[in-house]
């Protein structure tokens, strides 16, 4: 028979005290943060057929920012963010899905480039120890899954957004974590041919970061015409996912802003 303590155990080995924590965070301080939990544990299914469970999904004091997200425990875990030197400065552009219904400027559905705050640095690839190198990078499945997650989540709202004729309301996905986020620089001309091994790689701890990648096959924003290069087409298939320490969640949602005019195309 389990004790109390192998009980606590069990509990403490699931994820899901972390979300119900970052859930009394949001709740106990809303005012303070400018954002509500809107619904918990919430059922989706994609238009590919892909379905599950969003852990929280928050709404900002307008009602025009909607947060996707995702909690990830992990025990003593580092998530290694790899940048080449020398390193862009942190950036605002964010690849969110907007809807905007008709009288509130240009009718919309779907992903758009806006610029948003707080800034951070962006990364396509990450490390993390122990992960199976054959398979598919486990953030990188995370990312998938919460876009895909914020995508129907999006489409499910759009009849009644569009019905009440809401204006514009826009959906971020967001993966916080208890894992330590680090940004680790390296000069890719000194990784050596021999080894594949880089050397002076400086490490930074950072409170979020933008991963930012070709998640699915599918182009999150369609090419524009015939004339786009190769580069433009990868581009457009790129995904972005926030990534947040969880003892910096209440920060990144007290900084939460959109650049007005990063939506006048919208308006």
Request: proline share 4%.
């Amino acid at each position: 028979m389990r004790t109390p303590e192998d009980l606590t155990k069990l509990v403490n080995q699931s994820g899901f005290p972390l979300q119900l924590k970052i859930d009394a965070l949001v709740e106990r301080q809303t005012d303070q943060v400018g954002w509500k939990v809107l619904y918990r544990e919430h059922g989706w299914t994609h238009p590919s057929g892909q379905s599950g469970f969003i852990d929280l999904v928050l709404e900002d004091r307008y009602g025009t920012s909607v947060l996707v997200v995702e909690c990830k425990r992990v025990l003593e875990a580092d998530w290694l963010f790899l940048v080449s030197k020398p390193a862009t400065p942190p950036t605002m552009r964010t690849r969110l899905w907007a809807v905007n219904t008709p009288g509130h400027g240009r009718p919309f559905s779907g992903y758009f480039d806006a610029r948003s705050a707080p800034e951070s640095h962006e990364s396509m690839y990450c490390v993390v120890a122990g992960q199976d190198s054959k398979a598919r990078p486990m953030l990188e499945r995370l990312a998938a899954d919460v876009t895909a997650a914020t995508e129907a989540l999006a489409i499910e709202e759009h009849a009644a957004i569009t019905k009440r004729n809401y204006g514009l309301r826009m959906y971020a996905s967001v993966i916080v974590t208890t894992a330590q986020l680090h940004l680790s620089r390296f000069d890719a001309h000194d990784v050596s041919m021999k080894t594949g091994e880089a050397s002076a790689v400086t490490h930074a701890v950072l409170p979020w970061i933008r991963f930012r990648k070709q998640l699915s096959s599918e182009f999150a924003v369609e090419p524009k015409n015939s004339d786009w290069d190769f580069s433009e087409l990868a581009l457009a298939k790129e995904k972005q996912v926030f990534v947040v320490n969880v003892e910096s969640l209440q920060d990144f949602l007290e900084k939460w802003r959109l650049a007005t005019k990063s939506l006048n195309a919208l308006m």
